[in-house]
């Protein structure tokens, strides 16, 4: 990386931009090259110029791990090949017999991971609302996972409130930080020890890209994790760092234009007589939404709703939609809606994470707002 600019202190929006380290030294690129090289030469045994062997580290990702690092205000920050793969090396700093808590309604994926691969591991694992959390810590409760909002019912968690309890009984606390992002919230400020993302979603923000990252503040968590990233192997490859990359320099500008087209679509769709309910943390009966006033700068680009002709409903409208595509993720340029019952959350079925069948979930995207509203207007009018 190059010139060395001074971003303490400067905007987010700034930091998103310069975040990478700069432009290249060797060429003066103002983007940070895709390095395609698996191997560095070394000038002598032992001595290089700062990289060795690419799954160890390669110039791509440092400067995206710099950039994600600095915006949610970590010192340390590691890129991953998959959301997935990011989480699971997290996990990795728990040993058999320690107690994870884990939110309920938690992405299902997080919650198929940690209860079958890290529970055979001898971890013990709870799903809990953590409201109840003070109930359920015990001498062995070693790590507390949050999601906030959460994925698909946007419950709203109060992070410094979590911090605070785990922390008196010596857990650590996790924030999966997706739905929000570092422009709308930065967990490590509120508490948290350690934050992931899947960067598959708002980060890369163009549906374009698979890929992960944990950042922390605490050295000992960053020490091991780098192990792992390194030892286990699940590391991102230098086009995919890009591609992130690229989609974190216009984050802030994005989720502005997500997060005002979501209150487009929520009052386009409150009171519509097939909805039986909308979630979204903007609305002032949201359970969430002081919570929400304190934690988040902005409420989110992600709505979801209940529909009062139940699963049939659901599924039928997730059919009839014209602009919203019929698929699973978010966070990209385009609308996409989805039933997570038997899409994205099918592997919670008949657990305590199962989710409502008449749940629909819509991740708003960069199109026009009023379009979008028609949209879902004119897929509601038809459904039987
Ligand atoms: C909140 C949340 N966390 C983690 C993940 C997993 O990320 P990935 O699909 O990049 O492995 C997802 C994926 O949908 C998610 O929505």
């Not at 400067?63 to 989480?87: K, M, T």
């Not at 409208?317 to 609308?335: D, H, K, N, P």
Request: charged share 20%; proline share 4%; with cysteine.
């Amino acid at each position: 990386m190059g010139r060395e600019l001074d971003l303490a202190g400067l905007g987010f929006e700034t930091r998103s931009v310069h975040g990478g380290g700069g432009p290249d030294v060797a060429t003066g690129a103002v983007n940070t090259p895709v390095y395609l090289s698996s191997t560095f030469e070394q000038d002598r045994v032992g001595e290089h110029r700062g990289f060795e062997y690419a799954r160890s580290g390669n110039p791509s990702r440092a400067s995206l791990e710099a950039n994600i690092a600095l915006l949610e205000g970590a010192d340390f920050g590691f890129a991953f090949a998959s959301g997935l793969a990011a989480e699971d090396a997290v996990l990795r700093l728990l040993s058999p017999g320690d107690h994870l808590v884990l939110q309920t309604d938690s992405y299902g994926g997080t919650y198929r991971l940690a209860t079958t691969i890290h529970r055979r591991a001898g971890i013990d694992v709870d799903a809990v609302d953590l409201s109840g959390l003070e109930d359920v810590v015990r001498p062995e409760t070693r790590m507390v996972w949050v999601e906030t909002p959460t994925n698909p019912l946007l419950q709203v968690i109060d992070i410094a409130a979590v911090a605070t309890i785990a922390h008196r009984h010596g857990a650590l606390v996790v924030v999966d930080n997706t739905f929000a992002t570092p422009w709308i919230q930065q967990p490590l400020g509120l508490g948290a020890d350690i934050v992931v993302h899947s960067t598959t979603k708002y980060l890369g923000g163009h549906s374009d890209v698979v890929g992960g990252f944990a950042a922390t503040n605490d050295a000992a968590c960053a020490e091991r994790l780098a192990f792992v990233q390194n030892g286990a192997g699940a590391v991102p490859g230098p086009f995919d760092c890009y591609l992130v990359q690229r989609g974190v320099k216009t984050l802030a500008l994005r989720m502005e234009r997500h997060c005002a087209n979501a209150l487009a679509v929520v009052e386009g769709l409150l009171g519509h007589p097939r909805v039986a309910q909308v979630l979204h943390p903007s609305l002032p009966d949201h359970p969430g939404h002081d919570v929400a006033l304190r934690q988040m700068r902005a409420f989110g680009g992600m709505v979801s709703l209940r529909l009062r002709g139940g699963e049939r409903a659901a599924l039928e409208l997730c059919s009839r939609t014209r602009i919203f595509t019929l698929a699973e993720s978010l966070g990209g340029v385009e609308s996409l809606i989805e039933h997570p019952g038997r899409m994205t959350h099918a592997s919670t079925a008949g657990t305590s994470n199962e989710v409502p069948g008449d749940l629909v979930r819509l991740s708003i995207g960069l199109e026009t707002a009023d379009d979008l509203v028609a949209d879902l207007d004119g897929a509601l009018a038809g459904l039987r």
